[in-house]
């Protein structure tokens, strides 16, 4: 998928809240090692490095397009590196990710491949968007439908017919008891932002849910499938203003 880090931050202040929220449910202990799993540009990696100064922080993404805008100037604990998540290697006191891991399938699985690279008493901390049911992700889904031959049959992610991997928050927590954690935490939470009607929606997911799909289309493809996504956005908000209940799950378990 190729990102654009303009595209993604046009909703900074939008995007940033979820980042404390995690942040906020992480214990004061003293990791030695602390890993930032698809970090992006690098701020909530920023925060991390400048929270735990004794901590040796590493952000990694895939993306060259987002690490290339990441700066790790100032903190010498911290570093950023290209790397797939689940080429993850090392063990980590600290194993966390805001709006990444949904990219990923079978988060069952995922999270026990994530667990074995925590140390003992170690901590996951994880944040996810789960509005793969909202309006805008159907119709979006809709779309990738009506461009099947197009994107080669790709309409996984961010679909609205079971094939988004997120889970609910009880099953996240009910998948860490199995782990072995303890003190988990694992809560839905409605972050809310107003939007200028079906441009305004558009113009949201260009930076996020559109990315894998625009990356599989040429030009004049990209731009027929834009299209014919609005249309069915402004059908569905005809108006000028956009009320967008965004949803995220975000849980944090420790390892015994």
């Known amino acids: 998928m190729t990102w654009n880090p303009n595209l993604y931050h046009r909703h900074r202040e939008a995007r940033s809240a979820p980042v404390h929220d995690l ?3 992480i214990p004061d202990l003293p990791y030695r090692d602390v890993v930032d799993l698809g970090c992006g540009t690098g701020e909530p990696t920023r925060l991390l490095a400048e929270r735990f100064p004794n901590a040796r922080v ?3 993404d895939s993306s060259a397009e987002m690490l290339a805008r990441a700066d790790a100037a100032g903190l010498p604990n911290l ?3 290209r790397e797939d998540i689940l080429e993850l290697a090392g063990e980590y006191d ?3 990710s805001n ?5 990923l399938p079978d988060h069952p699985a995922l999270l026990a491949r994530l667990w074995e690279r925590l140390r003992p008493g170690g901590v996951l901390a994880v944040q996810v968007p789960a509005n793969h049911d909202h309006d805008s992700h159907r119709l979006l889904t809709e779309t ?7 994107l080669g049959g790709f309409t996984r992610f961010g679909t609205a017919q079971g094939a988004s991997p997120v889970l609910t928050p009880a099953a996240y927590a009910e998948r ?12 839905s939470k409605v972050y809310p932002v107003v939007l200028s009607g079906a441009e305004g929606v558009l113009d949201w997911t260009r930076g996020t849910a559109l990315v894998p799909y625009l990356s599989r289309l040429g030009e004049e493809d990209a731009g027929r499938f834009t299209a014919a996504y609005l249309e069915r ?3 569905r908000w005809p108006g000028e203003r956009v009320y967008y209940a965004f949803t995220r799950v975000l849980f944090m378990a420790r390892r015994a």
């Open 23 to 25: 942040l906020a449910l």
């Open 58 to 60: 590493l952000g990694v």
């Open 79 to 81: 570093r950023f590196e």
């Open 94 to 96: 600290l194993i966390f």
């Open 99 to 103: 709006a990444a891991l949904q990219w």
């Open 144 to 150: 990738a439908n009506e461009f099947a031959p197009e």
């Open 176 to 187: 860490l008891d199995e782990l072995g954690a303890v003190e988990v935490t694992a809560l």
């Open 233 to 235: 956005l402004r059908k």
